[in-house]
């Protein structure tokens, strides 16, 4: 083969191998920029939810609990025109413990007048081994019997361990609440969790707002 014979083939070698070169650097680019991405996408902070509650949440009714049958973390609950202080005793007179007993004031109330200042719900619960948060959500329902998308009223309670009752306020939104039907959501969490989250509610209850409520209902204390 001739000099010049031999550089033509060294030349077109040394294409060949040029354009295999770059080839595999664009391929190494390619795959290196979609690990990128793909990579960039895993260390993406998630986007904060707007609502909680992406869909309808059935939780049963706390309204009529069977007796000696408990609800949730619940021994009993009740709605109610509000609350007494007792004491528990060790069976001797003058002999306390640290634990009140609260006693609801006509339990079983579901109908009250627009000028109720509040409306209360009282409970008891099996002894905590670790502080809970209790929480309401006041919901309209309209006359079709779709709820309302915004609570009207909120409030929460934080229960030290090792107690057994509580209470939630459910104060009256203006100078009245609007005549109507409300649906309350019941919330158990733990403390330092985001309390009306869709997960954390336990169960439902009802009240209505009338201008002729009936006679109130008896104020003996729950059955235990």
């Given amino acids: 083969m001739s000099e010049r ?3 033509q083939v060294v030349s077109r070698g040394g294409r060949w191998l040029f354009h295999v070169l770059v080839a595999g650097l664009l ?3 390619n795959l290196g920029f979609s690990i990128a991405v793909a990579e960039g996408r895993d260390l993406m902070v998630p986007k904060e939810q707007v609502t909680t509650e992406f869909e309808p949440t059935e939780t049963p009714s706390l309204d009529v609990q069977q007796k000696g049958v408990p609800q949730s973390l ?3 609950i009740k709605m109610a025109r509000g609350y007494e202080v007792e004491w528990d005793t060790f069976g001797r007179k003058g002999w306390y413990t640290q634990d009140p ?3 609801p004031i006509a339990p079983g109330t579901t109908l009250f007048s627009p000028d109720t200042p509040a409306v209360y719900i009282v409970f008891e619960v099996a002894p905590l081994e670790d502080p809970a948060q209790f929480a309401a959500q006041v919901f309209p329902v309209g006359a ?3 709820t309302g998308d915004r609570a009207i009223v909120t409030d929460s309670l934080e229960v030290p361990g090792h107690e057994r009752y509580g209470f939630l306020e459910l104060k ?3 100078e009245q609440w609007p005549q109507g039907k409300y649906l309350v959501k019941i919330y158990i969490t733990s403390l330092g969790q985001q309390p009306f989250h869709a997960v954390n509610q336990v169960g439902t209850m009802r009240f209505a707002v ?3 409520p009936p006679a109130p209902a008896s104020s003996d204390s729950p059955a235990r």
């Fill in 5 to 7: 014979g031999a550089d």
């Fill in 101 to 103: 007993r609260l006693k």
């Fill in 172 to 174: 009256k939104p203006s």
């Fill in 74 to 76: 619940f021994t009993w």
């Fill in 27 to 29: 391929m190494t680019a």
């Fill in 144 to 146: 079709d019997g779709k």
């Fill in 210 to 212: 009338t201008d002729q």
